[in-house]
T-cell receptor, first 114, second 114 residues
Framework: KAGVTQTPRYLIKTRGQQVTLSCSPI?????VSWYQQTPGQGLQFLFE???????NKGNFPGRFSGRQFSNSRSEMNVSTLELGDSALYLC?????????????FGQGTRLTVV | KNQVEQSPQSLIILEGKNCTLQ??????????LRWYKQDTGRGPVSLTI?????NTKSNGRYTATLDADTKQSSLHITASQLSDSASYIC?????????????FGTGTRLQVTL
């Protein structure tokens, strides 16, 4: 079966712009989580969506937002981009709660802010 | 505060040799512990998942151990191959009712050389 698909794979934006990243989970998975990965910080949890509802949120500013559609696809939006937002953004899908059921990661979107 | 610490930060070994990676955690209430392998520029891939009652679990040349009393886990790689070069991330899950949270270690970067 198809894995988790993230688009685009690479993105270059300038400071102040906004960006939208997309994640299509594995068919049947209803939970989608988003993470930011930087070399110094490792993976940092952004938020988790389940059945179109945000169920959990990490400690990121309000410039980071997301949503989930009825088909479980999810988007993440970052507004007013800063240089420090440059990172690999990963999404993971799971059948239910990511803590209970296995989380499968996508390949990530590499965002570079210049 | 939930924390996961991994050691060493990086490791270089010769092909064919064994190695052991360490993970110490302070996560409560503990649900499960996972080891992921992440190749450069790609999403993490699950190697093992262990619950409180499991002491050891193997996946091919990878063997994970868990000591829930001392809150330590290790990942042992046997007869290393060049393809084992990657980052290995320890992830601990805490579940409280409807909420679940994953705490990630910053990873151990393993390089296998000829």
């Amino acid at each position: 079966k198809a894995g988790v698909t993230q688009t685009p794979r690479y993105l270059i934006k300038t400071r102040g712009q906004q960006v939208t990243l997309s994640c299509s989970p594995i068919s049947g998975h209803r939970s989608v989580s988003w993470y930011q990965q930087t070399p110094g910080q490792g993976l940092q949890f952004l938020f988790e969506y389940f059945s179109e509802t945000q169920r959990n949120k990490g400690n990121f500013p309000g410039r980071f937002s997301g949503r989930q559609f009825s088909n479980s696809r999810s988007e993440m939006n970052v507004s007013t981009l800063e240089l420090g937002d440059s990172a690999l953004y990963l999404c993971a899908s799971s059948l239910a709660k990511p803590g209970w059921s296995e989380a499968f990661f996508g390949q990530g979107t590499r965002l570079t802010v210049v | 505060k939930n924390q996961v610490e991994q050691s060493p930060q990086s490791l270089i070994i010769l092909e064919g040799k064994n190695c052991t990676l360490q993970c110490n955690y302070t996560v409560s209430p503990f649900s499960n512990l996972r080891w992921y392998k992440q190749d450069t520029g790609r999403g993490p891939v699950s190697l093992t998942i262990m619950t409180f009652s499991e002491n050891t679990k193997s996946n091919g040349r990878y063997t994970a151990t868990l000591d829930a009393d001392t809150k330590q886990s290790s990942l042992h790689i046997t007869a290393s191959q060049l393809s084992d070069s990657a980052s290995y991330i320890c992830v601990v899950s805490a579940n409280t009712g409807t909420a679940s949270k994953l705490t990630f270690g910053t990873g151990t970067r393993l390089q296998v050389t000829l």
